[in-house]
């Protein structure tokens, strides 16, 4: 069972970030709990601003995954092997 950390540290941080225009990052040791903090947040700015352009798009949720970058890229593989003489 997992138990739920409180990180309220990192949320005033990113609080403190918000309105400004450069790229905000998450970074960390896998399992850390990034993608927690992100969907914390993103549910903490739609509470405060349900009118806010906020959208969370979890990768690793199947249901997503057309989304991932390599079906872009599917088009430039070529099928099969080389001939060989």
Not at 55 to 78: A, F, Q, W
């Amino acid at each position: 069972m997992m138990t739920w950390v409180d990180r309220n540290a990192y949320m005033e941080q990113l609080w403190a970030l918000e309105g400004t225009r450069n790229i905000k990052v998450i970074t960390g040791m896998r399992r850390s709990g990034k993608s927690e903090l992100m969907k914390a947040f993103s549910a903490s700015v739609a509470q405060k601003d349900p009118s806010a352009n906020n959208i969370y798009i979890d990768l690793l949720d199947l249901d997503n995954e057309p989304l991932l970058e390599y079906h872009g890229k599917r088009h430039n593989c070529r099928v099969g092997y080389p001939k060989t003489s």
